[in-house]
């Protein structure tokens, strides 16, 4: 293992290095932009690109790219070599032009409609906030891409808009309150990444992981989760040289990744990253990602990340853990030691409960995907039904502080809600709840319903905006108060009062708790088709358009791409499953038939019971014609599904009619599984896959 800090940011071409390498004024300009978020002059961005240019090519580098994050979930990139042509050789040149603004020829990434209607040309903007890095002999540029006319077409500039929203917004309440240090406010996360291992040459052996990242069929192996024996189980000597690999991979590329365990389901594992801004924490994520994959390869091994590789088994998921920050240090969802402290922790708390009662239908649109309908409400991950866990104590808080009542600490700390006076909380007095989609868990919350394949931007855009709306209230109202404090406490008061129905301390996998939300009138939006249509709804298109975060093309345009994802996902998983049926399933089913006939018939010398072969025979019959009356019904819903009139309406006709289709085709298919000798069986089953790695 090599000296972690020697390696730790070598391949980043960060504050250290360009302390060293730029020019005083230069470096002074550039912070100044970072730190504001404005524009960099060109002179000054020739003068970075030069010396980002000479430390990658130091590094043996030969190319550089604007990287991006497109629509598609992943992140793209276009290489350009930083040769110029000099005399009969070259010289290796970068400009700041260069370096600020790309125009990718990217007509073909999603753009719901939006690019039809303008240009089909689309540029990408250098993100100073993101350092820039080296990968695979590339140096890499993050970027925003937007289309010709400024509309964004991708993660990233909704992102950073977001965050500029909940800055504005929480500067005013900290003026208010009387702090005169913070300049700046920005939200920051450490998403917990989920994924499992399998052997390569398994993977490679199964259409639906190579084309759909999960398994299509496959019978339920005889050993799952039952025991737990793998959740936080030493791990397996091919799973640890990997995770080394890994850790050394991201630290090289400065990210912070901190922790590593066995996940709950065989085969699952986990890496949680410290935590950094929202907007370094969402590029870093994608790394990892992409990392995961590339390491995972080299050790002859397939790292899946999506949210339900097998059915029946633990999906995988994302936590985010968000909290707001101040420039000096802050953390404004901290409970303090002091009165003011606890007063401004108080309104914070306040303005993230108001903002996910009153926003629960984007939050739930933020992690909705045909993968993750897989999990969300199915008792592994949480419900579909958004609430808020806050954990007894601050509970006890809340009332105290909605009732007026003295607020008794567990402990010895006794306090009078009106004096302001509160406890400053203990980390593992809280999050006992490990269902709750939103859970305090100290000094930040965590969502837990985001999908593991998910790009985090999406979960932070709403989350940064919504917080963003719910202090933008709070700021108005306190703006035109003679007394902070006492105003400031009396709003907490009203918003604990008005939404506290949104907080539920409970299990929420007990099936009371559905029949309770109803009754809350909190939403249940069970899928991504019932989700989705919310995204344009007035309201919605007014909060996103009000904050800068979303035009209303944009948001209708997204809401486009979100539908036909939907689509697309589904077709290809039916397409697959169509042709994994015909070419691997029949086959076997038609071999072992013959066999079995041939047996049963007595050309083959006879087993030990004609009579059971006869049986067995017959039941693989009557299945294999099960099987294929299922595919070729199958097959006809997906050939009406072409038929339907807009977006909306396909998605839902492939949630109505494919996504069922394809689970009774399973079903069969399954069960012909568990009948048919493993000689006969050409994929690697359930178990194979999930314990493959020794
Ligand atoms: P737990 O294991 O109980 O969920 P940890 O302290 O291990 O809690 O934190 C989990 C994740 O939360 C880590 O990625 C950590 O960096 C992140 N985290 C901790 N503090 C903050 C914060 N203030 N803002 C955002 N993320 C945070
Ligand atoms: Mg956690």
């Not at 590593?260 to 990892?288: C, G, M, R, W, Y």
Request: net charge negative; charged share 25%.
């Amino acid at each position: 293992m090599s000296n972690v800090p020697d390696i730790f940011g070598s391949m980043v071409f960060n504050d250290k290095v360009m302390r060293q390498r730029l020019p005083k004024d230069t470096y002074k300009a550039l912070r100044r932009t970072i730190a504001s978020g404005r524009h960099l002059d060109l002179d000054v961005a020739n003068v970075v690109a030069t010396a980002m240019k000479d430390w990658a090519v130091e590094k043996g580098a030969t190319h550089f790219t604007h990287w991006f994050q497109p629509m598609t979930g992943v992140t793209a990139e276009k290489h350009d070599s930083f040769i110029a042509p000099s005399g009969d050789s070259v010289i290796m040149e970068f400009s700041g032009k260069e370096l600020v603004r790309g125009e990718p020829d990217a007509s073909s990434f999603p753009s719901g409609g939006l690019r039809a209607t303008f240009e089909a040309r689309g540029y990408t903007a250098w993100d100073p906030t993101s350092y820039a890095f080296l990968k695979d002999g590339t140096l890499c540029i993050p970027t925003a891409f937007c289309s010709y006319s400024g509309e964004a077409l991708d993660k990233k500039t909704p992102l950073l808009r977001s965050m500029d929203a909940i800055d504005r917004q929480a500067m005013r309440i900290l003026k208010l309150s009387g702090d005169t240090e913070a300049t700046r406010v920005m939200t920051t996360v450490g998403p917990e990444q989920e994924y499992f291992l399998i052997d390569k040459k398994m993977y490679e052996q199964r259409p639906d992981l190579i084309y759909c990242g999960r398994t299509l069929i496959g019978a339920r192996p005889p050993k799952g989760q039952e025991l737990d024996d793998h959740y936080f189980g030493s791990l397996k000597p091919r799973v640890s040289a990997y995770m080394h690999e890994l850790d050394e991979e991201l630290w090289k590329l400065g990210i912070l990744a901190k922790t590593k365990h066995n996940e709950v389901a065989p085969a699952q594992h986990e890496l949680a990253p410290i935590f950094t801004s929202t907007n370094v924490a969402a590029d870093h994520n994608q790394l990892t990602m992409e990392l995961m994959k590339k390491v995972a390869d080299r050790h002859g091994m397939a790292c899946l990340l999506h949210e339900k590789p097998f059915a029946g088994v633990n999906g995988s998921g994302k936590h985010n853990n968000w909290s707001i920050c101040t420039d000096t240090g802050d953390n404004l969802l901290e409970p303090g030691s002091t009165p003011s402290h606890n007063l401004r922790f108080l309104l914070f708390l306040a303005a993230v409960i108001k903002a996910v009662d009153e926003h629960q239908d984007l939050l739930r649109i933020s992690v909705a995907s045909a993968a993750n309908d897989h999990r969300l409400g199915a008792n592994e991950a949480p419900p579909a039904i958004i609430s808020m866990f806050l954990g007894d104590e601050l509970a006890d808080v809340l009332d105290a502080l909605e009732n007026g009542t003295m607020y008794e600490d567990r402990g010895t700390t006794q306090m009078e809600i009106g004096a302001r006076v509160l406890p400053h909380f203990l980390r593992d007095t809280t999050d006992r709840n490990r269902t709750s989609p939103f859970a305090f868990t100290g000094n930040k919350f965590e969502f837990r319903s985001l999908g593991s394949a998910f790009s985090i931007s999406g979960p932070n855009v709403v989350l940064n905006t919504i917080v963003a709306d719910a202090l933008c209230g709070f700021a108005d109202t306190l703006e035109n108060s003679t007394d902070f404090e006492r105003d400031a406490a009396k709003l907490v008061r009203d918003t604990v009062k008005n939404h506290k129905r949104i907080i539920f301390n409970g299990n929420n996998y007990a099936p009371e708790w559905i029949s309770e939300a109803e009754q809350r009138g909190l939403l249940n939006l069970r899928s991504t088709v019932d989700a989705l249509p919310y995204f344009i709804r007035p309201e919605n298109i007014a909060l996103f358009t009000r904050f800068g975060v979303f035009t209303e093309t944009e948001i209708r345009s997204r809401y486009e791409i979100l539908l036909e994802n939907y689509s697309k996902t589904l077709h290809i998983e039916a397409l697959t499953m169509i042709d994994m049926v015909k070419k691997d399933v029949l086959p076997a089913v038609l071999t072992y038939e013959g066999e079995l006939t041939g047996l049963a018939c007595g050309k083959k010398q006879l087993g030990v019971s004609a009579a059971l072969e006869t049986a067995m025979l017959e039941k693989l019959t009557d299945l294999g014609a099960s099987l294929s009356a299922k595919l070729a019904s199958l097959e006809e819903t997906v050939i009406t599904a072409e038929d339907a009139e807009d977006a909306a309406q396909t998605a839902r006709f492939y949630h109505d009619k494919v996504f069922l289709g394809m689970g009774e085709l399973r079903a069969t298919a399954d069960e012909l599984e568990t009948l048919i000798p493993a000689k006969y069986w050409p994929l690697p089953t359930y178990a194979e896959m999930l314990y493959s790695i020794k």
